[in-house]
T-cell receptor, first 112, second 114 residues
């Protein structure tokens, strides 16, 4: 069966510190992968998506970057966090030939 | 105009009630439609896909009207556990390729009370 793992579940970081969130998918090959952010009380905003290893598309200009070093691994990074980077970050995958996306448990990021 | 628009609610209904949510989308080239459910401080979970002919899954019925670019979700015999935010989701399309990108509505909040 297909599963998606995302960690950590919660993170508190000071302004200016680096960030690395990791997401892995099991049970499928060559998935499309996505990073979303959900600010408090707001909808999901697509940040990045990837259709293959090393292929990253950015949806909005921001302080974040993404990488896909392996087929089923997706990483969200920042060199220096801003207060505005606080939010609920969600990784999702779409299996080949399938339409719906399935989400990881999310990471709640607080910047102090 | 937003790509996907929903009535944010909140909808407060008693147990056993029937409640309907509506959603409109702006991209006439959209081909896939879904309803997701999101519990407080949790990730969205797929509730059901929406097919052109309409589809039902237990107490839940989804309808699609392509001409009006309108999607609906009907919940019958509401349970306390149905309390959540319901997200209308449409696949995006850029040129001839969608890359599976989805556009999420802001969500409709449902509270079912005893």
């Amino acid at each position: 069966s297909q599963t998606i793992h995302q960690w950590p579940a919660t993170l508190v970081q000071p302004v200016g510190s680096p960030l690395s969130l990791e997401c892995t998918v099991e049970g499928t090959s060559n998935p499309n992968l996505y990073w979303y952010r959900q600010a408090a009380g707001r909808g999901l905003q697509l940040l990045f998506y990837s259709v293959g290893i090393g292929q990253i598309s950015s949806e909005v200009p921001q302080n974040l970057s993404a990488s896909r070093p392996q087929d089923r691994q997706f990483i969200l990074s920042s060199k220096k966090l801003l207060l505005s980077d606080s939010g609920f970050y969600l990784c999702a995958y779409r299996a080949p030939g399938s339409q719906p996306q399935h989400f990881g448990d999310g990471t709640r990021l607080s910047i102090l | 105009r937003k790509e996907v628009e929903q009535d944010p609610g909140p909808f407060n209904v008693p147990e056993g009630a029937t409640v309907a949510f509506n959603c409109t989308y702006s991209n006439s080239a959209s081909q896939s439609f879904f309803w997701y459910r999101q519990d407080c401080r949790k990730e969205p979970k797929l509730l059901m896909s929406v097919y052109s002919s309409g589809n039902e899954d237990g107490r839940f019925t989804a309808q699609l009207n392509r001409a009006s670019q309108y999607i609906s979700l009907l919940i019958r015999d509401s349970k306390l556990s149905d309390s959540a935010t319901y997200l209308c989701v449409v696949n995006g399309k850029l040129g001839g390729t969608s890359y599976g990108k989805l556009t999420f509505g802001q969500g409709t909040i449902l509270t079912v009370h005893p």
